[in-house]
């Protein structure tokens, strides 16, 4: 089984956008069994709280559901036990690097770029559409 973990600045917008449009392609490739998929903040200020209400709807306006998703920060715990861990910017990663253990295979940005943050652009839509590319890419390398 692969285990995959996204993580963004508070677990609210990028990173459960990214966990749930993941689950729905290895759910619509017919994967799912080969796949945990979770997200996480590297922060403390949102924990608790369901996805931003924006990112929930851009999910819905692809049939995508984040229903009971809540807020957490990532634990040490969580580098032992996924495969992979991607993070969203540059700010995400030295956050992470200040956390956990330095590992580059393990730990990396889900693009070569940073993912627009929806929190400072408002431009969901975007977000949505480089999330897509970012999963899109995990999946060939771990489906195809």
Known sequence: ?????????????RSPMGEFILKDMVEKAGVSDRFEIASAAVSREEIGNPVY??????LEKHGISCAGKRARQITPEDYSHYDRIYYMDRS?????????PADPDKIRPLLDREVADPWYTGDFARTMADLQEGCRKIMEEFVC
């Not at 692969?2 to 677990?11: E, M, S, Y």
């Not at 209400?53 to 851009?58: S, T």
Request: hydrophobic share 45%; glycine share 8%; proline share 7%.
């Open 1 to 13: 089984m692969t285990k995959i973990l996204f993580v963004c600045h508070g677990n609210i917008c």
């Open 53 to 58: 209400p924006p990112a929930r709807r851009e």
């Open 92 to 100: 995400n990663g030295r956050r992470l690097a200040a956390m956990l």
